[in-house]
């Protein structure tokens, strides 16, 4: 692959204005230039965009770049034309005009970078435009996303690495959001399992300070954030789309110009959103977590959490938003019990295996631990990623180390109630156990004979709520996926029952746990766990069928399910919304979920499941059992078919006569099993 003269450093103050590269870019420019394959994982802000652009310059052909944000391609394309390079985008957000002059442009071979969605890879004609139009390099900007059960996952991602082999064309790829698992799926999906050439560059955001904060009135602190930034850029992400609308108000209310972002919108709102952004001083943008991966706005001076993020990873994107000029930006991430039972939830109700359900409530419970850390959050949060520092003294933590107490004890508690009880029941149950409350279901279990019964009165149920909640950051229990979200015991536990370490967990969130607000659920916490596998399994059914939720069962009808834990398809019928049909169609699958297998039941004995006569069929069949061969046991076999059983259960005959009339069973049969049928349906 021959290269034009110009040379990176050259472009690089010419057409970009800079004189020197940022740490880690020039290296990372040399390999991509020299077509090898590269991975590289870059700090947002570090500079990665860069690292395709120059090599597109120097290169011969067009730089395909791969990208998943509509908004991040137009940006970068703003950019680049802005500096005087011919770039363009296909996308679904073109107009007309749009498209048209991006197909000039490469009939005319002035294209030097052209933008692409993943979905347009899955279009018959694309791979024949790409070859048509001399691609030479492939560029793959967030590459996480190609993580099948990552927080960002993009289907179409995996279709980039036959593009790569069909093209026969060098591929790189950046991110800045890659654990080690992650990274290895990088390699496997987009370069086939051979390493390329790998440079990771820290993770490290030095300039921007770290927070987080207890729920206390959220949409007050975030608004006292906000005021106390008045004028600056700022981002707030919140977890629903409604919420964006009703915090940019609040925001606008209280003199801030701000605007609400969700996919929700139409095309040219968002457009109209993100234009103003990049173009306005001082404009705060509150929108759902869409918003912002990619944005080349450098003075973004704070981003907040109205509400805790999905994972670490997730959390560390978002942030990163800010301060990408190398100036001081700071966050604040706020947090409840509400969220935490909501990315609970997300992660039970999707159809991920168990094993990776349980690797994200690990990662959950990770973001956790960085929430409610007790000491440098910066250390904790670069821990994660594999990297050693010390004190950055730039988190709220260094400003002002937080009170702790050894919460050794407690923790034995709450760990000896899990293991008495069989690791078999969620944080709500055992509160119960360990504050002395009996209740109908402790009681149904005989768990007030337990010796932790009442061993922790000293403490609310609130203040043993945030034990829980700091138990699970410290990794010390998980909630176990197969078991609706029963907490287990992590090798991290065994010590401390041991007494061979001890925890210091922080008094602040006990304290403040006192007058925490009760969030009313639809289920009891230890019922909930089991209503989103409910929920889950009514989800892939009703994808299944391309039907809406509710076709299956509306949510009335899973919360009974979950709050009555039916055994059998007898007991499933008696719940509210389950008719005979939909027990036919769905009732052994919804019991499976519950008591993890579905009994096998015969066709017509099924549709008798849960009435009367369900019961006389029982009962006739078990009386046919014993006279099969006569009351001396030595008679020729007969039997009634579970039709004809079922017959008579539900017209339940009064004679013989009436009886022999009934199809299947003539004069022999009626014979044989027609005093022991009449006495059953007497008896009712």
């Known amino acids: 692959m021959r290269v034009n003269a110009l040379t990176p450093q050259s472009l690089l103050a010419s057409v970009f204005g800079f004189s020197d590269f940022r740490p880690g870019q020039e290296e990372v420019v040399r390999a991509v230039l020299a077509g090898r394959n590269t991975l590289a994982i870059m700090p947002t802000g570090g500079g990665k965009s860069l690292c ?5 310059l120097c290169r011969e052909g067009v730089t395909v770049v791969i990208s998943p944000l509509i908004a991040l391609m137009r940006d970068q394309v703003r950019a680049l034309r802005a500096a005087g390079v011919e ?36 279009g018959a004609a694309t791979l024949g435009l790409l070859r048509r139009i001399n691609t030479t390099l492939i560029a793959v900007d967030e590459a996480h996303c190609v993580s099948q059960w990552g927080h960002d996952f993009r289907p179409d991602y995996l279709r980039i690495g036959d593009l790569r082999r069909a093209l026969g064309v060098p591929l790189a790829a950046f991110t800045a959001t890659a654990d080690e698992e992650t990274r290895a799926e990088i390699v496997t999906r987009l370069f086939g399992g051979i390493a390329p050439e790998t440079f990771l560059r820290g993770f490290d955001r030095p300039n921007i300070h770290l927070a987080f904060a207890p729920k206390d009135e959220p949409r007050a602190q975030i608004l006292a954030f906000a005021d106390a930034r008045r004028g600056q850029s700022g981002i707030v992400y919140c977890a629903s789309r409604a919420k964006t609308e009703t915090l940019a108000a609040a925001l606008r209310e209280a003199g801030h110009a701000a605007l609400a972002y969700h996919a929700g919108m139409e095309a040219q709102p968002r457009r109209d959103v993100e234009a103003r952004f990049q173009q306005d001083d001082g404009l705060i943008v509150v929108a759902t977590v869409a918003f912002g991966m990619g944005i080349d706005k450098p003075d973004i ?11 670490i990873e997730s959390y560390y994107q978002e942030i990163g938003r800010a301060g990408r000029d190398g100036a001081p930006a700071e966050t604040l991430t706020l947090y409840g019990a509400d969220d935490i039972r909501l990315r609970r939830a997300q992660i039970d109700e999707g159809l991920a295996p168990a094993d990776r359900k349980a690797a994200d409530h690990a990662r959950l419970n990770t973001l956790l631990g960085l929430a409610e850390a007790t000491a440098c959050r910066r250390q904790r949060l670069l821990a994660y990623f ?11 933590l260094c400003q002002t180390p937080p009170e ?15 293991l008495r009880t069989g690791e078999s029941f969620g944080a709500g149950h055992l509160i119960d156990i360990l504050t002395g409350s009996v209740t109908d279901k402790l009681h149904q279990r005989g768990h007030e004979a337990l010796p932790t019964f009442g061993v922790g009165r000293d403490l609310t149920k609130a203040q043993w709520q945030s034990v829980f909640r700091q138990m699970q950051g410290h990794d010390l229990i998980r909630p176990d996926p197969e078991r609706h979200g029963a907490l287990v015991l992590t090798e991290a536990a065994r010590p401390v029952l041991r007494n061979e370490a001890r925890l210091s967990f922080r008094r602040d969130l006990v304290r403040r746990a006192k007058t925490a607000p009760v969030v009313r659920a639809l289920v009891a916490d230890e019922d909930a766990p089991l209503l989103s596998a409910l929920k ?17 069962f509306p949510d009335r009808t899973l919360i009974e399910m979950a709050e009555a834990r039916p055994m059998t398809m007898d007991a499933m019928a008696q719940i509210s919304g389950v008719g005979a049909k939909k027990l036919e169609s769905y009732g052994a699958q919804f019991l499976e979920v519950i008591a993890g297998a579905a009994p096998e039941m015969h066709p017509a004995r099924r549709k008798l499941a849960g009435s009367t006569a369900g019961a006389l069929f029982d009962r006739l069949q078990a009386a046919q059992l014993d006279l099969a061969r006569g009351t001396d046991g030595h008679g020729r076999y007969l039997n009634c078919t579970q039709s004809t059983l079922r017959q008579i259960a539900e017209t339940r005959p009064r004679t013989l006569e009436q009886l022999a009339h009934v199809q299947g069973m003539g004069a022999a049969k009626t014979e044989r099993f027609g005093a022991a049928f009449l006495a059953i349906l007497a008896e009712g």
């Open 52 to 56: 395709f652009q120059l090599p597109a």
């Open 87 to 122: 770039a363009g985008a296909l996308t679904s957000g073109n107009t007309d005009e749009e498209t048209e002059d991006v197909f000039a442009a490469l009939d005319a071979g002035r294209l030097r970078l052209l933008y692409m969605a993943p979905e347009r890879l899955a």
């Open 386 to 396: 594999g990297e050693a520092s010390e004190p950055c003294g730039n988190c709220d």
């Open 404 to 418: 702790v107490f050894d919460a050794t004890e407690a923790v034995r508690k709450a760990l000896s109630a899990c």
């Open 301 to 311: 001076r704070w981003v907040a959490h109205a509400d805790l993020p999905k994972s």
């Open 536 to 552: 889950a399994k009514r989800r892939a059914l009703a994808e299944a069928a391309r039907a809406p939720a509710y076709i299956i």
